[in-house]
């Protein structure tokens, strides 16, 4: 399968010559929505391009090390996008940050990559970036207007006839096969890697997508941008909507999503099941509020929409109860996601099967796909036709790469998505990288011949003192069926037995409690309780039953207080650091083994 050899830049020509728009990218200031049109988004790109000119940024031949670094940590926005493209359009090349990335770890960012200037978003990542020390940086530019500190509007303002003239000049040289970002993967076990990916890793890997899902050109779609664009899930799926024609409205913030969504009513968006989980328990602890018919009614149409089954045509009495559940209570639920959506795309970590089933029976639709960012993402995606969607699958590959399973069940892929290289580091490349295929690391099976499932990480399966290797992220996945867990890690590496460390469904526990007439009491308290213990222990002993008896969590603790990014034991797409977790509750873990 071919694709077309732009350069990512190119979507706002291709907008503009295919379907310009009035509200190309969109964001809440001063508590009102601001469209950026086709036009303007192009216009602001070439003056920011000009001005980076004007401060001697440069694509130095376009090589990886000649190439000037310019970094940015912000929260999504339109200025993160006008910033990536007026850094690709003079061969410069982007090094993204997550906001929530240790002072540390941004530290040997910026240095390793060398970057000249810097982007940030706000006066509190302002002041985090003024902490450090770098050898490289000149200047530092905000989005937000904070006093004593060089607006983003100062380049715009150095942006003259002849820069311009000479922006329009370089894009015309730049070759797809130059690097456009370089992104530093999650330094959870060691040091951050920079994964290189050239225009034309990003650019195949949009282009099949859109053909896989697909995404047609819908100049009418809107979609909810909220995923950090820093990460290149969300980056490469930006670029689909820009190039279909899809207008993307940037979330306030994480809190805001669901008003957002109901003043946007968007047709999709993408997400991690983190993010959906906890869609899932609002909605879960708003039905255990309701009472007499409504609440039968509600538990009713959730245990229906649990049996859903996509791919076996459901029969005339299913289908017609189905009907009804949709009608008296699903649709509040698509309602409360703004009634108009088509899609919903989730990747980043499993999804539990029990979403995925009742969402999909709710008329809800939730894709789920796969993929590194060492692939510009994404390897696989479940397609909106019905024989292409697998629930508890990551579904079939996407058009255009070739992906195979090495002898011990590792995913290999190959294909023009796949990176150029780890930036500085040719023998971390080498070991990921053999004969052109791209070892992920994740290790999987294959259904039907043709639908992935990505049974664990291939470092994370560890060995019992007994000399039985144990794959933990089925067990969790298992696990977190239950409406009473909300997180969980299994342990076991080199001792007699697997046990977990699990943070309780507050929500859901009190429900529990407050229908077996125990008194209320504060997440230490409760996880301190013999019956709430107790109750966890039946959970446990029913999920175990579908596991052998090596695998089986004999043991368990329960702690009060959920892990996030913030408190240091999750990545920022909402992934578990196995590692932090472990040395943060080494105490509990030895006292679950003492």
Sequence with gaps: MNYPEYRLFDAVSHQLKNFPKQDMLNAKEKGQWKAYATQDVADLANRLSAGLLAKGVSGNNFTPEGSDKIAIISNNRPEWIFTDLAVQQIGAILIPMYPTTSTQELEYILNESEAKYIFVSSEELLTKIQSLKSDYLKGIYTFAKIEG??????????????????????????????????????????????????????????????????????????????LPLNHIFEKMVSYIYLFSGISIYYAESLETIADNLKEIKPDGFTTVPRLLEKVYEKIMAKGNELSG???????????????????????????????????????????????????IITGGAAASEKLLRIFNAAGIPIYEGYGPTENSPVICVNRKQNNETFFGT???????????????????????????????????????????????????????????????????????????????????????ESKFIEQIIVLGSERKFVSALIIPSFTAVRDWMKENGIPEMSNSEMVANQKVHDLFRSVIDHHNVNFNHVEQIKKFALLPAEWSVDGGEMTPKMSLKRKVIIEKYKNNIEDIYA
Excluded: C
Aim: no cysteine; hydrophobic share 35%; aromatic share 10%.
């Design 149 to 226: 500190a060089a607006h983003y509007s100062e380049l715009l303002n150095l942006a003259s006839e002849e820069l311009l003239q000479q922006v329009e000049t370089t894009k015309q040289e730049i070759p797809n096969t130059h690097i456009a970002t370089i992104i530093y993967t999650s330094g959870t076990t060691g040091t951050p890697k920079g994964v290189m990916l050239s225009h034309s890793n990003i650019i195949s890997n949009v282009f099949f997508s859109k053909a896989s899902f697909p995404f047609p050109d819908q100049p009418q779609t809107k979609v909810l941008s909220f």
């Design 293 to 343: 018919i409504k609440k039968s009614l509600f538990a009713w149409s959730v245990a229906l929409g649990l049996k859903y089954d996509n791919r076996k045509p459901p029969g005339g009495l299913y289908s017609f109860k189905l009907n009804i559940a949709r009608k008296l209570v699903f649709s509040k639920w698509r309602e409360a996601l703004g009634g108009n959506i088509s899609f």
């Design 394 to 480: 990551v579904g079939p590959p996407i058009d255009g790469i070739e992906v195979k399973l090495a002898e011990d069940n590792e995913i290999l892929v190959k294909g023009a998505s796949v990176m150029l290289g780890y930036y500085k580091h040719p023998e971390l490349t080498a070991e990921v990288i053999k004969d052109g295929w791209l070892h992920t690391g994740d290790i999987g099976t294959i259904i039907e011949d043709r639908f992935y499932k990505i049974t664990d990480r291939k470092k994370e399966l560890f060995k019992t003192s007994g000399g039985k290797y144990v794959a933990p992220q089925p067990i969790e996945n298992k696990m977190k």
